[in-house]
């Protein structure tokens, strides 16, 4: 079993509510990403770390922030919610070298705005 | 640049039956290939990879994956599928030339019947 930890599993909130999404592995790995899921269509990268301080955007356009000040943990920041923001967040994190290529997800987190 | 196409939106099998699972992508070298399985309400879980050699992979719960470069493939198989199988698929391609970006299917959906 992976040891990455997504919560909350589910969230309904107003427009305009400040809304943190946690993420947390015990597994050390270097690189973590934030990826958004809607029904149908691929995932999409919106951030990525590649260890501490380090925060890129991804594919996909988001009004979303992350930070990364320890190892363990990438929050996943949005200021003012709205109901575009409605979907699927999905935390992931990989290991450096050889098995750099292998991600192991989180359970996500449902977020509906309303 | 990386992409890559699961041509099957959904797939409907009778238990006991093969399955195969289609996936194609576009990748300028030999890529490093993978598919994930998400069952409802969870995250994704990976099946199997391929890196390099043995063309034909074994995974977990039975799957197994050909990677033919002529054709820019990489099907699933599993030769009697579960009820327990029904899920949704995601094949992804690791794009070590942009930083180890994951490049995701838009999936494919397996509902298995009696």
């Known amino acids: 079993e992976a040891d990455i930890y997504q919560t909350p599993r589910y969230l309904v909130i107003g427009t305009g509510k400040k809304i943190t999404l946690e993420c947390s592995q015990t597994m050390g790995h270097d690189k973590m990403y934030w990826y958004q899921q809607d029904p149908g269509m691929e995932l999409h990268l919106i951030h990525y770390?590649?260890?501490?301080?380090?925060?890129e955007k991804g594919d996909l356009s988001s009004e979303s922030t992350v930070s990364r000040i320890r190892t363990e943990h990438f929050p996943l920041t949005l200021e003012s919610a709205r109901p575009s923001h409605t979907s699927q967040y999905l935390c992931a994190s990989s290991e450096y070298g050889f098995r750099a290529g292998e991600l192991f997800f989180g359970e996500g987190s449902r977020l509906t705005v309303l | 640049a990386q992409s890559v196409t699961q041509p099957d939106i959904h797939i409907t099998v009778s238990e006991g039956a093969s399955l195969e699972l289609r996936c194609n992508y576009s990748y300028g070298a030999t890529p490093y290939l993978f598919w994930y399985v998400q069952s409802p309400g969870q995250g994704l879980q990976l099946l199997l990879k391929y890196f390099s050699g043995d063309t034909l992979v074994q995974g977990i719960k039975g799957f197994e994956a050909e990677f033919k470069r002529s054709q820019s493939s990489f099907n699933l198989r599993k030769p009697s599928v579960h009820w327990s199988d029904a899920a949704e698929y995601f094949c992804a391609v690791d794009g070590r030339d942009t930083g180890n970006q994951f490049y995701f299917g838009t999936g494919t959906s397996l509902t298995v019947i009696p």
């Open positions: 770390s590649y260890g501490v301080n380090s925060t």
